[in-house]
Structure formats: C-alpha cells, structure tokens
C-alpha cells in the first residue's frame, strides 16, 4: 500500500506533498498538466526506473539538475535523491549503497499505456524491456544476471567500435555475456512459462469468452548454443561494431489461434492481448512476492470501446491500488469506476 508521495524539481513539479487514497486515485486534466509525471514518479520510486525516460538526468525538472522523491508505503519509506553522475538510496532512513538492497521488498508496480500496443505489433525491444521490466520485480537473480549482462555488453560493444580491437578482451567479455546470458535466458523461459496461463485467463475474459488460443514462446536470437554461437560471431561483430547475438537481441514469439498475432490479429485482438500481457504481469507479480502491484494506467480508458472498458475494468485486481490518468470523464457515462476523482492542473492536486 501507498500513503504519501513527496515531489521536488521532478518533471513539472517544482513541489508536491500528496497523501494518496487508500484504494488510487482517477487523476483528471489537460495535457501537459502533470497527470502523467505523477504516476511515473510513483514508478520511479519504486523500481528505479522510468517507462518515458532512459535517464534518469532527464527526469529533472526544466532548469534544474536534480530532483527529490520520497515515497511512503507499508514496507518503508523509499526516498531518492539524483544530482548530476550521482543517485542517493534511503530506506526508513538508512542509506542504500546498490539497488538490490533499495529494492528489497519494495511493492510491484505494473504500468499500463498506450505505448504497451507494441508489445504486440512493434519491435522485440518492446517485449524484452516489458520481460525485463517484470523480472526484476520477480526475482532478484534476475535482476542480478540482467546488471552484469548489460555492464559487459556495454564495455565489449565499446571495445568493437575501436580499431583493431583486442581479441583476448572481446573473448574475456564474450565469457562473462556467456555465463550471464545463459542465466538471463533460463530465468525468462521460466517466467514465461508461469505467465501465459495468467494472459490466458486474462485474455479470455476480456475478450468476452472467445475461444482464443493463445502462446508465447521465447525466441533467442540464435538457435546455437550461447558459447558456440559467440565465438561464431565475433568476426560479424569485429565488422559490424557491436554485439549481434546475445539475449539482448532475443524476442518473444506472440500467437493467436497459432498466427502470429503482429501480423494476422486484428487491431482490437492486438489490444486485448497487449492488456492481458500487462493484467497478467500484475497476477504473475502478486502471486511471487506476496504484494499487490500498484496499477498504473496512463490515459487509455478514452481509446477502448465500452465492452473493453467495461471488461479491464472488471479484471483488474481488487487488491491492488489502481491510478488511472484520463484527460475527460465522458468514458464514465458506460462504465462507472469506484475511485475517487482528482483534479490536477499546473502540476497542483486541485
């Protein structure tokens, strides 16, 4: 559960104090008035990281180089403070020197938006952030193998664009991909494998029962053994100046009715399957750890038909807290939403 959430020089907000509602909150306004930077601070908080921003530099409020978050919930109170090549961790109090300690019992959070439609139809890196996003909430040793997998990757990708690069250090990193990769892809087959019979259940109830068969299958990015397929690959990379095999070129297969979904399902069967994709992270995270993932949904309620709306709104988990930004009301006439509305302008809760 959320309490409170404190603002400093984050995105719009110059300062914020907000006692949060028990259950979330409909966040009503403009655009450009805060509706979105809220939530995303929320989300921030709690995983260190950002569904709109690579950076965190870039979190910053115009004109300034740091910001503040303080978030109270029932596991502590997560606070952060980022200045320039420099970010500060504090729970209760008590600093945090790496992100593994900060992130210990912290609540899940799922981020629903209409960005997530190209889990489906868009590129594989979609659906690996949307894979590496939940199994760091999932597992910790995910989160461990994915921070030393990306750490080689970026020093062997640097060392391919010099000319001429060493051998021996292409191989000594090419090691450590190897035996984190390896980890890395285990761990995601796994996960896999425990969440499609959350997006099957999900999918089915959305899509008002329809016989819908639905699969996901990993896809590596080569068919080869991780060892055998990097020594292969090191004179395509030594040319190309980069990685080109590794589980950060993997993907994941989608179908429906044995299709793949990208390019044969409608446009309202890849939104429902996007949508289930992301419900069924919310079940796959309550069932893991324990605790209720915070829901936040970004501005997608006024893009689905009634029957879609009526339907997500009639899955989403009673126990979790839900926050949901909408930039009118009328969607509300055909599905009424027991939250309470609150209105934000100028990056002020009205």
């Not at 793949?260 to 429902?272: K, L, V």
């Amino acid at each position: 559960m959320l309490h409170a959430l404190r603002l400093r020089n984050f995105r719009c907000y110059e300062s914020l104090s907000w006692e949060i509602p028990a259950g979330g909150a409909l966040l009503l306004g403009d655009n450009a008035q805060g509706k979105t930077s809220l939530i995303e601070s929320i989300c921030v908080a709690l995983t260190l990281h950002s569904p709109r921003a690579a950076r965190l530099q870039r979190l910053a409020r115009h004109g300034t180089n740091d910001f503040g978050i303080s978030l109270d919930t029932d596991t502590g109170t997560r606070r952060l403070l980022w200045q320039p090549r420099h970010l500060e961790m504090a729970v209760d109090g008590v600093a945090k020197r790496d992100y593994a300690d900060y992130l210990a019992d912290a609540p899940p959070v799922v981020w629903l938006g209409n960005r997530d439609m190209a889990l489906v139809s868009g590129a594989a890196e979609y659906r690996r952030d949307f894979l590496d996003f939940m199994g760091t909430q999932w597992h910790p040793e995910y989160r461990e193998h994915l921070l030393a997998y990306r750490k080689a990757l970026k020093s062997r990708n640097i060392l391919l664009r010099r000319p001429n690069p060493s051998r021996d250090a292409l191989m000594s990193y090419g090691s450590l991909l190897v035996q984190h990769g390896e980890r890395l892809s285990q761990l995601r087959q796994c996960m896999l494998d425990l969440l499609c019979p959350h997006v099957q259940e999900h999918h089915a109830r959305i899509s008002a029962g329809r016989e819908e068969n639905i699969s996901l299958a990993y896809a590596p990015s080569s068919s080869l053994p991780a060892q055998e397929a990097m020594l292969r690959a090191l004179a395509v990379d030594i040319q190309a100046g980069y990685t080109t095999t590794g589980p950060h070129r993997d993907d994941v297969t989608l179908t429906i009715n044995g299709a793949p979904a990208a390019a044969y399902a409608s446009e309202g069967q890849q939104r429902t399957l996007a949508i289930s994709l992301i419900l069924a992270q919310a079940s796959l995270l309550y069932n893991e750890t324990g605790l209720a993932p915070a829901l936040l949904i970004d501005d997608i309620f006024g893009e689905l038909d009634p029957h879609r709306r009526r339907a997500l709104l009639g899955v989403l988990p009673p126990e979790s807290q839900t926050f949901i930004t909408t930039t009118h009301l009328h969607w509300l006439e055909d599905t009424p939403i027991p939250l309470p509305v609150q209105r934000i302008s100028g990056a002020t809760i009205q």
